[in-house]
């Protein structure tokens, strides 16, 4: 069992040598998620739901200035990024990077090396990656192409989900992951989610602005993220509720 605590999060946007300037985004985040627990989180646009992922998994352009984040115990602050993932942290991101000249087969290798500790035994590999192509509906001519790199947008989110079957990390932060996709590739990325929850009994954050996924996904909890911080949970009737109704009862005066 793995539990991922976010307690009192609160982090802004680091200054860089262009920009002095900071400014505060996450405002007290305090989310608990254990092994074979999918949580959705939902909000406006601009919230600062993103900011959570990528402080989740160590992004450098932002500073967390209070509040802790444990991976069983472990302080997830103090890890560097590669360390995160070894831990048994994933992002899948709401918009995947290109990695022009570096091959999705090379990528992925690189990638499954680093979290495991040593190279995959080639056989194995190349099987274990046909069949995680073939599940998630990809031609195998993806792997000589540069990852990401002219991929389609549902492409690209598939292949977030394809290093999360490859990875098979203990928590997962999906971000947007169903943005953009056609019914089809909703079902084939759902699909590849549910099966991580099943067969490796993984933690999930499902961020989303849309309860389509969640008809194929089933959250365990929902959480309202607005100006920074969760400002409500409940169970998936919650999303029911946001999907007629909207965030605007839980906006604070200053985002009214
Ligand atoms: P969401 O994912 O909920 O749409 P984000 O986390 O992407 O929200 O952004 C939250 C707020 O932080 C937005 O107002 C955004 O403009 C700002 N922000 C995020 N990243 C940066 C950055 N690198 N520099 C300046 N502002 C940023
Ligand atoms: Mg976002
Ligand atoms: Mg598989």
């Not at 999906?174 to 909703?186: Q, Y």
Request: aromatic share 6%; glycine share 10%.
């Amino acid at each position: 069992m793995t539990i991922l605590e976010i307690k009192g999060l609160t982090a802004r946007v680091a200054a860089t040598a262009d920009s002095a300037e900071t400014v505060d985004i996450l405002k007290g985040v305090d989310l608990t998620i254990e092994s074979g627990q999918t949580h959705a989180i939902m909000g406006p646009n601009g919230s600062g739901k993103s900011t959570l992922a990528y402080v989740i998994a160590g992004h450098p352009k932002y500073e967390v200035t209070g509040g802790t984040v444990t991976l069983d115990g472990e302080d997830v602050l103090s890890m560097e990024v590669d360390e995160r993932a070894r831990a048994g942290l994933f992002l899948a991101m709401q918009y995947p990077t290109e990695i022009p000249g570096v091959s999705t087969a090379n990528f992925l290798r690189t990638a499954a090396t680093a979290v495991r500790g040593e190279a995959p035994k080639l056989r194995h590999w190349v099987k274990e990656v046909k069949e995680a192509m073939s599940d998630l509906d990809f031609d195998p001519a993806f792997s000589e192409r540069s990852v990401n790199e002219g991929f389609s947008g549902g492409e690209k989110k598939r292949h977030e989900i394809l290093q999360l079957d490859l990875l098979k990390p203990k928590i997962a932060v999906l971000d947007e992951t169903d943005s953009g996709l056609d019914v089809d590739a909703l079902r084939v990325v759902s699909d590849g989610v549910n099966r991580y929850k099943a067969e490796e009994n993984g933690g999930i954050l499902l961020i989303t602005h849309y309860t389509r996924i969640l008809r194929y996904i089933t959250p365990d909890r929902v959480h309202v993220f607005v100006d920074g911080r969760i400002a409500a949970s409940g169970g998936a009737e919650l999303a029911d509720e946001l999907e007629s109704e909207g965030y605007e009862k839980y906006l604070t005066p200053a985002n009214a």
